[in-house]
C-alpha cells in the first residue's frame, strides 16, 4: 500500500474506531441501506476501500452526504463491522477542510420549508459542515 | 540405596563419533549408587540388551541407566529388557545422548562433557525412582449411547453387531432424530426416511440393542469401564409393551389442535399422538399438557377405544439404574431461533420459514403431503428465495449468531433449490450465498449442476430487509456482482438458520466431566488424531454434538466412535498407565484447588479418618485420584499448594534432582 | 418522582405540542418534569468520530445536570434521546474522550457517565410500568387500529440505545395495547423516514417515507404514531395521506388531558 | 578443558509430546545449538512447577526455558495455558527480584519444529551469555 494511503487509513481507522478487516465480504450492509440508490460507492464498498487504502475516490464522492446516518448497515452487519461509521469518518475528513463544507447558512433559505423542524436543519447542519 | 548400572551406547559411530562413550562410562562409574558401568556398540541389539540383563544379574543391580537415542526411541525396548531380567520396567531411565547430544554438537569436549551431565542426571533420577504397577479395573461390557438420531443409531448398531449389550437413551417419543424429518438427502437425492427406516427397524429388532425412548439421563457417576448411569423414563401414560401402535387413540382423542413438533409447529396433532408413521417404538404418548383426562379427569376416550389396554394414567416416571463401560454422546443439533433476525420478518409473515420447515412441507409425509404450498394461504409459490448463512459466521461480539460456519445449510439449500425447480419448473428461485463452501464427494458437481441444469439463480450477496406487504414479501438485497440493490417479491423466503448443539449437551457434559468449547460442542481428546474421543476417558463423541456434520460425516464418525467403543469393551480388564498423579493424604489439605485443574476429573476429595497421636480419630477432607482416569499431565502437583500432590515417575523429588545434577 | 428533563429545541418550536402533552401526561402519572436550566441543542444527530468532542459537550452538560441532582434524564424527542445516550455511553467506554470532555468542561467532579438516560417510553415501561398507565386511562382509544413508527434514532445502534430488540421491538405496541389502541405489525416500522437528507433532496426522502405509510396502510393502520418530530414531518408530508401524531398526542387523549378531549 | 571462556548454563523443560519431540527433530536434522542446553523432560509444560525454576537458579544456572506445545495442540488440552499463567506470575516476580527478563523464557515447540527448536536455543544461548551470570540468584552456599 502507498505510503499516503496508509497514512489516511490508520486515521480514518482511528477516528472511526472500525476494524474493516472483519468484513467478511457479505454485502449486508448494500443489502439493507436505504439509500443504495443514491450513492456512488454502495456501503460494502465503504468498508472495502477503505480496507485496501484506496479513500481518495471517497473524499471526492457526493456518496458521503448520502447516508442517513439510519444504522441499519451497523446493527445488521454479521461481523459488527459498522459502516456507517467509517462514512462519517471520511466525511469529517473532508469537511474538516478549509472551505470545504457541503452546506453553508447561504444555501438555508432556498431550501427552507415553514413545516420543517429544527432539527432537521441542525442535523443537517452536524453532517454537512464545520 | 540404589544399585545402579550405566550403559552408555556408542551407535556406531553416531554417538561415538561426537562423544568419547569410553570417558562417559568411566566418568559415570563416580556417581552415587552407580556399582557399575560399561558401554558398548548397539545397546538395543540383542547382543546389548544382553549385557544389561547380563549386569543386572551379576551386580544385583535396581535401577538401569541407558546413556542411548531418544527415549521416545528405545525406552519401551530397554523397559522390556529389564522386566526380563526380574527388575520392575519403570526403574530404567534414558540418557539422550544422540538426539539431544552428538547429532546437534560438533566438537568432542563438549559433546562429552554434555553426555557426562545427562548421564549425571539420569543417575540422579534413578536413585529416587521406585517401581511402579500399572493399575487394573474391570470394565462392564455393556455400552450406553445418548441420543437416537442417526449418530447415535449407528453407532449402537456397530456395537451391538460386535456382539456387546447397548442401551438408547432417546428424550422424544421416537428414535430418528432430525434425518427423519428430512426429506431427500443430497448429493444423491436419495430419500432420508428410506434409508434411516431400515435402520431404525434394525435397532429395534436387534437382540443386543435396548431403546429407552421418551426418557432422560438423570445422574452419572463411576469412570471408565464402570459407571453408574441413572435414566429417567417418563411416563408416557401408554403401557409401552402392550400397545400395538395401531393409532385407534390418536383417531379417537378429541384436543385436535395441539402443534404438531414433528412437522415444527405447521399442522396439528392430537393430545395422544405417534410422531410419525414409522417411529420407534411405534407406541402412542400422551402429551401430559394437553390431555383432558390428566389435567381434569374428564375424557377418558383413548382408554375406552384401546382394545389392547394399553392406557394407564397412572403412569409415573420410572428410574433405571444401569451399569455401562462405555458412554457416547450424540445428542445432535436444533437450528438457532430466528427471534434476533426479524430483519427477516421471520415472526411477521408464516411464508418466511426456516430451512428445516422448508425440509417438512416437500416432505410427502410432511403438512402439505409433499406439495409446495405456502403456509399462510396454501398456494403455489412463483418466487422464492433462499437466504444463506442465517446465524452463521458472525462476529464474536455480535448480540446474534454463531461463530462458526454451520457447513451443511450450502448443500441442502442447493438440494431445495434444485428439488423446487425439478419439481416446478415454473418457480424463479433466487439463492443468497456469502460463499458457496462445498467439499466433500461430488458436492460441487451437485451445486454446479443446481446452477447449469436447474437454473437457480445463484446471487452473491445478502438479503438486507423483508418486509411483508399484501401477499408478497419484498425483498431487498445485494448484489455485489452487479453492484445493485435488489428488489424481489417474493412468495416464499427460506432462511438457511445456523446450528447449534441441542440444549441438553451442557448438562450432560457436567454429569460426564466432559468439556465442551464456547459454543457448546463436546471437545475432542485431540483435534487430529483422537477426534471421537471426548478427553474424559470411556466418554466417546458421535455426530453433530462435537461440530457441525452432514450425515455421510456423522455416520463415519459414528463408526469410527462405534469402533473405540468395541476396543474398550473387548478388554476384560483395564490397565493404566502408572504415571499418574497420587496425593499424599497427610499433606492434602482439603483445598480442591487440584480437583479444579484436572481435565478429566480423576480427583475426588473423601472425609478419610486419620488416628492422631493421642489415640482419638480425626477426619480430614483429602483428594484421591482415580487411577483409570488420570492421564499423568501433572496439572494438579503444580496447583497443590501443600505439596501433597505428586507425579509418579516425575516425581519433584527426581526432577529437582535432575536440576541439581545439571546445575552442579 | 422528579426527572431531569431536556426538550431539546424542536419541541420549543415546531413540537410544541410533543412537549405540551408529554409534561401533562407525566404530571398525571406522577412524574415531575423539571427542565433543565439553560439547556442547550444537542445537536440533532451523534458524531461517531472518536475525535469529535465540542459537539457533544451540550449533551455532557445536560447529564451532569442530572446526576448533580441525583435524577435520571428523560427526553422525549428521539434524536436528543439518541444523542444524550450516545454521549452517555462514549464517556463510560471511551476514556479519552471522558478525559478531553471533563478538561473542557472542567465541572467541580468530572462526569463519568452515571447518569439515567430514559426515553420518555422508557420511563413510561421501566419506572411507572405500562400498568399503571392503563389504570389511568379515563378515555381508552376503542381499538384504533394504530402503526408504530421507531424509525432509526429509538432503536439504533442497538449496542448503545438497549432500547428493544431492534428488529422486534414492543414498547410502543404495549403502549398502544395500555392505552386501548390495537397495534398494527409492520415490518417498516425501524426503516427510515429519510431523516434531514429531506432538505437537500425531498425526492429521495419522499421515497422512503412513502414506503413506510404504505406498508402500514397496507396492514389497516388508521394512524402513526411517532416520537420524533423529524420522523413526523417526513411521513406528514411524503407519506401518503394517513394522519401522523405524536405518542404523546395519543396519551393525552387515553388519559384525559388532551385539550379538546378536556373541554368535551 | 578450556576455562577462560564463559559459557551459560541453560536448564529447558521439554514437555514429552511436543517439545521434546521437536528437540529430537532437530537432532535428526543435525541443527547445531550450544552444548550449554541441558533439556529434562516433563510429561507437560503445566509439570513444571516454578519451585523447579528457582532451584535452577538457585544452584546456578545462567537462564532457564520452558518448552510446551503451540496453544490448543495440548497432548492433555489444556496443560499449556495454565503454564502460560503460571510462568506469567512468575516471570514477573523474577522481575521484581531483579533477574533479568531475558534469563526465563516460554516458547512452544511442536513436534514439527527442530529447526524452530534449534533457532530458540541457539537465540537463547545467546541471549543469556550477553547478559553474563547469574549472581542475584545464586546461593553461594550450593556452589562447590
Not at chain 2, 431427500?184 to 434411516?196: G, R
Not at chain 2, 483422537?530 to 466418554?539: D, H, I, K, L, M
Not at chain 3, 406498508?215 to 423529524?230: H, K, M, S
Amino acid at each position: 500500500m502507498h505510503k499516503d494511503n496508509e497514512k489516511m487509513k490508520s486515521e480514518i481507522i482511528r477516528r472511526s474506531g472500525v476494524n474493516p478487516s472483519k468484513c467478511m465480504r457479505c454485502g449486508k450492509c448494500s443489502g439493507t441501506c436505504p439509500a443504495y440508490d443514491e450513492m456512488e460507492y454502495h456501503p460494502h464498498q465503504f468498508v472495502y476501500m477503505v480496507e485496501s487504502g484506496d479513500i481518495e475516490p471517497l473524499l471526492s464522492s457526493e456518496s458521503l452526504y448520502k447516508c442517513l446516518s439510519c444504522f441499519a448497515c451497523v446493527d445488521r452487519c454479521p461481523r459488527g463491522v459498522e459502516p456507517a461509521k467509517l462514512v462519517e469518518a471520511v466525511r469529517l475528513s473532508v469537511i474538516r477542510q478549509q472551505g470545504a463544507n457541503h452546506l453553508t447558512a447561504n444555501d438555508i433559505p432556498e431550501m427552507l420549508d415553514p413545516d420543517l423542524p429544527q432539527q432537521a436543519i441542525v442535523s443537517a447542519f452536524r453532517k454537512y459542515t464545520k | 540405596m540404589q544399585r545402579i548400572g550405566v550403559f552408555v551406547c556408542w551407535c556406531g559411530t553416531n554417538i561415538a563419533g561426537t562423544v568419547d562413550v569410553a570417558a562417559v562410562s568411566e566418568a559415570l562409574k563416580s556417581e552415587p549408587g552407580v556399582v557399575f558401568s560399561t558401554n558398548y556398540q548397539y545397546m538395543c541389539s540383542q547382543a546389548g540388551q544382553d549385557i544389561i540383563k547380563d549386569a543386572v544379574k551379576e551386580h544385583n543391580l535396581t535401577g538401569i541407566v541407558v546413556c542411548s537415542c531418544s527415549p521416545r526411541m528405545h525406552e519401551a525396548t530397554f523397559r522390556k529388557t529389564a522386566a526380563a531380567a526380574g527388575l520392575n520396567p519403570y526403574m530404567v531411565e534414558i540418557a539422550n545422548i544422540r538426539e539431544q547430544c552428538s547429532w546437534v554438537h560438533k566438537d568432542m569436549l563438549t559433546g562429552t562433557e554434555k553426555a557426562i551431565i545427562l548421564g549425571k542426571a539420569a543417575v540422579a533420577k534413578v536413585n529416587l525412582n521406585t517401581p511402579l504397577t500399572p493399575g487394573e479395573s474391570p470394565v462392564t461390557k455393556r455400552a450406553l449411547v445418548i441420543g437416537g438420531g442417526i449418530a447415535g443409531i449407528q453407532t449402537a448398531l456397530d456395537i451391538a453387531d460386535a456382539g456387546f449389550p447397548v442401551d438408547i437413551v432417546e428424550k422424544n417419543p421416537t428414535i430418528g432424530g432430525k434425518m427423519a424429518q428430512l426429506d431427500k438427502t443430497f448429493p444423491t437425492l436419495d430419500c432420508a426416511a428410506c434409508i434411516l427406516t431400515p435402520k431404525m427397524v434394525d435397532v429395534a429388532q436387534h437382540e443386543n440393542i435396548r431403546i429407552f425412548s421418551y426418557s432422560e439421563v438423570e445422574e452419572i457417576g463411576g469412570f471408565v469401564g464402570n459407571f453408574d448411569v441413572k435414566i429417567k423414563k417418563k411416563a408416557r401414560f401408554v403401557k409401552e409393551d402392550i400397545c400395538t401402535g395401531c393409532g385407534a387413540c390418536v383417531e379417537k382423542c378429541p384436543m385436535k389442535k395441539i402443534p404438531n413438533e414433528f412437522n415444527l409447529g405447521m399442522d396439528n396433532r392430537r393430545a395422544v399422538y405417534i410422531p410419525f408413521a414409522q417411529a420407534v417404538p411405534k407406541v402412542a404418548t400422551i402429551d401430559p399438557s394437553a390431555c383432558n383426562m390428566l389435567k381434569s379427569g374428564k375424557c377418558g376416550i383413548c382408554s375406552k377405544v384401546c382394545t389392547a389396554g394399553a392406557i394407564d394414567y397412572k403412569q409415573k416416571d420410572e428410574l433405571i439404574e444401569e451399569k455401562y463401560g462405555a458412554i457416547v454422546v450424540a445428542t445432535g443439533f436444533n437450528p438457532i431461533s430466528m427471534d434476533k433476525f426479524d430483519e427477516f420478518a421471520y415472526n411477521q409473515s408464516r411464508d418466511v420459514i426456516t430451512s428445516l420447515e422448508f425440509e417438512r412441507l416437500t416432505n410427502a409425509a410432511g403438512p402439505t403431503q409433499g406439495k409446495l404450498l405456502r403456509p399462510s394461504d396454501l398456494e403455489h409459490p412463483h418466487t422464492i428465495v433462499f437466504v444463506q448463512c442465517v446465524g452463521s459466521r458472525c462476529d464474536a461480539c455480535a448480540e446474534k449468531g454463531k461463530e462458526y460456519c454451520s457447513k451443511i445449510c450450502c448443500m441442502y439449500t442447493a438440494k431445495h433449490a434444485m428439488l423446487v425447480r425439478d419439481k416446478y419448473p415454473d418457480t424463479e428461485v433466487y439463492v443468497f450465498y456469502i460463499d458457496v463452501r462445498t467439499p466433500g464427494k461430488n458436492f460441487d458437481e451437485f451445486y454446479r449442476r443446481a446452477v447449469e441444469e436447474y437454473g437457480v439463480r445463484y446471487i452473491k450477496g445478502m438479503v438486507g430487509k423483508i418486509t411483508p406487504e399484501g401477499d408478497k414479501l419484498k425483498v431487498q438485497a445485494s448484489d455485489l456482482l452487479a453492484d445493485k440493490q435488489l428488489h424481489i417479491d417474493a412468495d416464499l423466503v427460506v432462511l438457511a438458520a445456523a446450528i447449534e448443539p441441542d440444549k441438553t449437551a451442557r448438562p450432560l457434559a457436567t454429569m460426564l466431566t466432559a468439556s465442551m468449547d464456547t459454543n457448546d460442542f463436546f471437545t475432542e481428546a485431540h483435534p487430529k488424531l483422537r477426534p471421537v474421543e471426548s478427553p474424559t476417558a470411556g466418554v466417546f463423541l458421535s455426530g453433530t454434538c462435537q461440530g457441525p456434520k452432514d450425515i455421510p460425516e456423522t455416520v463415519s464418525q459414528a463408526s469410527a466412535a462405534a469402533a473405540k467403543v468395541i476396543g474398550l469393551l473387548v478388554k476384560d480388564k483395564l490397565t493404566g498407565n502408572p504415571c499418574i498423579a497420587s496425593p499424599n493424604e497427610l499433606m492434602c489439605n482439603g483445598c480442591s484447588s487440584c480437583e479444579r485443574v484436572c481435565p478429566y476429573g480423576a480427583i475426588t476429595y473423601i472425609d478419610k479418618e486419620f488416628p492422631q497421636p493421642d489415640r482419638t480419630v480425626a477426619v480430614r477432607r483429602v483428594a484421591q485420584v482415580n487411577p483409570a482416569v488420570c492421564q499423568g499431565c501433572g496439572a494438579c502437583t503444580v496447583a497443590c499448594m501443600s505439596g501433597a500432590m505428586d507425579l509418579r515417575g516425575f516425581m519433584s523429588s527426581q526432577i529437582i534432582a535432575e536440576v541439581d545434577a545439571i546445575c552442579k | 418522582m422528579k426527572v431531569s428533563y431536556f426538550p431539546g429545541c424542536t419541541l420549543k418550536n415546531k413540537a410544541v405540542i410533543l412537549d405540551t402533552y408529554a409534561r401533562k401526561c407525566a404530571e398525571v402519572l406522577g412524574v415531575t418534569l423539571e427542565e433543565i436550566e439553560n439547556w442547550q441543542c444537542c445537536g440533532g444527530v451523534f458524531t461517531t468520530s472518536k475525535d469529535e468532542v465540542a459537539t457533544k459537550l451540550s449533551s455532557v452538560r445536560a447529564l451532569k445536570y442530572a446526576q448533580d441532582r441525583n435524577q435520571p434524564l428523560v427526553s422525549v424527542c428521539s434524536a436528543c434521546h439518541n444523542v444524550i445516550k450516545q454521549t452517555n455511553h462514549a464517556i463510560q467506554t471511551d476514556a479519552e474522550f471522558s478525559d478531553k470532555v471533563n478538561r473542557y468542561i472542567a465541572p467541580e467532579s468530572p462526569y463519568t457517565g452515571d447518569t439515567q438516560v430514559y426515553h420518555y417510553l422508557e420511563l413510561l415501561r421501566d419506572v411507572v410500568g405500562f400498568d399503571k398507565v392503563k389504570e389511568k386511562v379515563v378515555n381508552p382509544l376503542g381499538g384504533r387500529k394504530i402503526a408504530p413508527y421507531y424509525g432509526c434514532l429509538l432503536l439504533r445502534p442497538n449496542t448503545v440505545m438497549q432500547m428493544d430488540d431492534p428488529e422486534n421491538p414492543q414498547i410502543f405496541e404495549d403502549l398502544i395495547r395500555a392505552l386501548g389502541g390495537e397495534p398494527v405489525a409492520y415490518s417498516m416500522r425501524n426503516e427510515c423516514c429519510g431523516g434531514y437528507v429531506t432538505m437537500e433532496n425531498p425526492e429521495f426522502a419522499k421515497s422512503k417515507s412513502k414506503a413506510v405509510t404504505d406498508n402500514a396502510t397496507a396492514f389497516g393502520a388508521e394512524c402513526i404514531v411517532t416520537a420524533c418530530p423529524l420522523c413526523k414531518y417526513n411521513l406528514d408530508k411524503n407519506g401518503n395521506s394517513v394522519p401522523v401524531v405524536y405518542f404523546t398526542e395519543l396519551l393525552a387523549e387515553a388519559l384525559g388531558v388532551k385539550e379538546d378531549e378536556t373541554n368535551a | 578443558m578450556q576455562v577462560n571462556e564463559y559459557r551459560p548454563l541453560i536448564v529447558a523443560f521439554c514437555c514429552n509430546w511436543c517439545s521434546y519431540a521437536g528437540a529430537d527433530l532437530a537432532g535428526n536434522n543435525r541443527l547445531n545449538y550450544p552444548a550449554d542446553v541441558k533439556i529434562i523432560r516433563v510429561p507437560c509444560s503445566c509439570r513444571v512447577n516454578p519451585m523447579f525454576i528457582l532451584r535452577a537458579f538457585q544452584r546456578g544456572a545462567d537462564g532457564v526455558i520452558i518448552c510446551g506445545c503451540h496453544p490448543g495442540d495440548c497432548h492433555y488440552t489444556s496443560g499449556n495455558y495454565y503454564t502460560r499463567r503460571r510462568m506469567a506470575l512468575l516471570f514477573s516476580m523474577l522481575d521484581y527480584l531483579g533477574i533479568e527478563r531475558e534469563r526465563t523464557r516460554l516458547e512452544w515447540v511442536s513436534a514439527a519444529e527442530g529447526a524452530k527448536f534449534a533457532a530458540t536455543m541457539n537465540d537463547f544461548a545467546e541471549t543469556v551469555a550477553a547478559l553474563g551470570e547469574n549472581k542475584r540468584l545464586e546461593d553461594l552456599r550450593c556452589k562447590k
